[in-house]
């Protein structure tokens, strides 16, 4: 069975700190990918990144970062000096390869706050 | 590029009347297509998903279909609304896994 858990419920943050949103994921594939989205007021799921299994290599993309240890089970996401615009519900993902069925976390609520 | 577009943007119901939502994506050519309900302050709950035209795999029984009557375009009803079907939902597609899915804009449902 595939799981993923974020076990932070929500965060707040003033803007310009850093912050690392957590995921830890269960799966018994060998072959599986991990999906970051953000999801603002709006409520549109945005698309933030995609990881393989074999490819532990954390990571950039501007202010974000992401950083996938297997040993731990787990996919956590960073981002650098935050901005209030990074306000939004963040969830985590998991897929097993070539199944349509992706889990997703409970999310997390980050408030940036000016 | 590809867009994917769904509505209506809200919808109120009464209790045991019919519902119809549509999804339609553009710029692609035989997506896979992906119905979500989200509940409030909730993750994201699959119901169901077509890899073709006529074909629906469902996730969870309940008392809504989907259909899929032409390639880019996925439909979610029911015939007798509940009012634990309140909810947001969301269309998604994707060129298959182990891609990522893109998601619409999203159809908040009240029934009442």
């Known amino acids: 069975a595939q799981k993923v858990t974020q076990a932070q419920t929500e965060i707040s943050v003033v803007e310009k700190e850093d912050v690392t949103l957590d995921c830890v994921y269960e799966?018994?594939?060998?072959?599986?990918?991990l999906f970051w989205y953000k999801q603002p007021p709006s409520g549109e799921l945005v698309f933030l990144i995609r990881?393989?299994?074999?490819?532990?290599q954390n990571e950039i993309s501007g202010r974000y970062s992401w950083n996938f240890q297997k040993s731990t089970s787990s996919f956590n996401f960073t981002i650098t000096a935050s901005q209030v615009v990074d306000s939004a519900v963040y969830f985590c993902a998991l897929s097993a390869y070539n199944n349509n069925d992706m889990r997703f976390g409970a999310g997390t609520r980050l408030t940036v706050k000016p | 590029s590809q867009t994917i577009h769904q509505w209506p943007a809200t919808l109120v119901q009464p209790v045991g009347s019919p519902l119809s939502l549509e999804c339609t994506v553009e710029?692609?050519?035989?997506?896979?297509l992906y119905w979500y309900r989200q509940a409030a302050g909730r993750g994201l709950q699959l119901l169901f998903y077509s890899v073709g035209i006529g074909q629906i795999s469902s996730e969870v029984p309940q008392n809504l279909s989907a259909s899929r009557p032409q390639d880019r375009q996925f439909i979610l009803s029911s015939k007798k609304l509940l009012l634990s079907d309140s909810g947001f939902y969301l269309c998604?597609?994707?060129?298959?896994?182990?891609?990522?899915?893109?998601f619409g804009p999203g159809t908040r449902l009240t029934v009442t």
């Open positions: 998604a597609w994707s060129a298959g896994p182990p891609y990522e899915q893109y």
């Open positions: 710029g692609t050519s035989n997506p896979n």
């Open positions: 990881r393989n299994s074999f490819d532990e």
């Open positions: 799966t018994r594939d060998t072959t599986y990918y």
